[in-house]
């Protein structure tokens, strides 16, 4: 048994403007929702296994410093385009 975090991966489709979006919980943190283009979101593996899952900016960003900046390789651009926006959870 790994004592790993438990997730919440529920998904919920939204249409806005006649495009057809995703909310959930952002797949690493748990801490923002996030409202997103499922064909373009940034997606990553928790803890590099398993199925991607979507990330908040947060997150992206980190993942950037960590896998890029702090490599000395340009960073991955964010696509704001992707995403509607980002809602605090009160937990
Ligand atoms: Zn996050």
Redesign the pocket.
């Known amino acids: 048994m790994t004592n790993k975090k438990q997730y919440n991966d529920e998904k919920l489709g939204v249409w806005i403007d006649d495009k057809m979006y995703v909310a959930s ?8 929702v ?1 409202t997103y283009d499922p064909q373009q979101v940034h997606s990553l593996r928790r803890f590099n296994e398993g199925e991607r899952v979507p ?6 960003q ?1 993942w950037n410093k960590i896998h890029r900046l702090d490599k000395g390789l340009q960073p991955i651009l964010f696509n704001e385009k992707a995403y509607v926006d980002e809602q605090k959870v009160s937990k």
């Open positions: 919980f952002c797949g690493i943190c748990q801490e923002v996030i990330v908040c900016k947060t997150c992206f980190k």
